[in-house]
């Protein structure tokens, strides 16, 4: 089946530093890849959708300029944290679907937690 | 954002009991989705639902869409204590569209 990898699992930074998440699609390609973030005993939120060779689209209240992503390639999309502060500190997931698959389920990675400090 | 109406929010059980939680939302959906989400991983598919009023199971699990397409519902037979975990419904308008989470069940079982 499609695996979604994430890496790192979790990091650690000093509140002001940035972050970069990476997320990968395994065994497909993926033409879109969404990011998610996800509060302690929360639901998983949208931040943006990713798209190969074109820029994100970013749900409403998600600022563009401090989640920067990156979908350079069909197997690979970044999302960086840029000035991170401790509000900052939070699971974030990626997912993907094959494409002309619009219909099959996303596949999730396994999360980044990640703690500014 | 926008999320679905999930219940309960969460369920103390026994082993061997069956469970049932489910999903409202006002407006309707194409797909819907159920998926568990373990402790500090990203969740996992379990079921997909694609037709109004389609049933399907998955081992211990059964789900269903509703005729409204405004619901579903989610079963877990003779629980065990590997079924604990978060169950998050999803629904999706469109084919291609961005998926809708519900604010999930967080399912305890007593050996």
């Known amino acids: 089946g499609a695996v979604v990898s994430q890496h790192p699992s979790r990091v650690i930074c000093k509140s002001g530093t940035s972050v970069k998440i990476e997320c990968r699609s395994l065994d497909f390609q993926a033409t879109t890849m969404f990011w998610y973030r996800q509060f302690p005993k929360q639901s998983l939120m949208l931040m943006a959708t990713s798209n190969e060779g074109s820029k994100a689209t970013y749900e409403q209240g998600v600022e563009k300029d401090k989640f920067l992503i990156n979908h350079a390639s069909l197997t690979l999309s970044t999302l960086t944290v840029t000035s991170a502060h401790p509000e900052d500190s939070s699971f974030y997931i990626c997912?993907?679907?094959?494409?002309?698959?619009?219909?099959?389920?996303?596949?999730f990675g396994n999360g980044t937690r990640l703690t500014v400090t | 954002g926008q999320q679905l109406n999930q219940s309960p929010q969460s369920m103390f059980i026994q082993e061997g009991e069956d469970v049932s939680m489910n999903c409202t939302s006002s407006s309707i959906f194409n797909t819907w989705l159920w998926y568990k989400q373990d402790p500090g991983e990203g969740p996992v598919l379990l079921i997909a639902?694609?037709?109004?009023?389609e049933l399907t199971s998955n081992g211990r699990l059964t789900a269903q869409f509703g005729i409204t397409r405004k619901d579903s519902f989610l079963n877990i037979s003779a629980s065990i204590p590997s079924d604990v975990g978060i169950y998050f419904c999803?629904?999706?308008?469109?084919?291609?569209?961005?998926?809708?989470f519900g604010q999930g069940t967080e399912l305890s079982v007593k050996p």
């Open positions: 639902l694609y037709k109004a009023g």
């Open positions: 997912s993907a679907r094959a494409p002309g698959q619009d219909s099959s389920p996303l596949h």
């Open positions: 999803a629904g999706q308008r469109w084919q291609g569209g961005k998926l809708i």
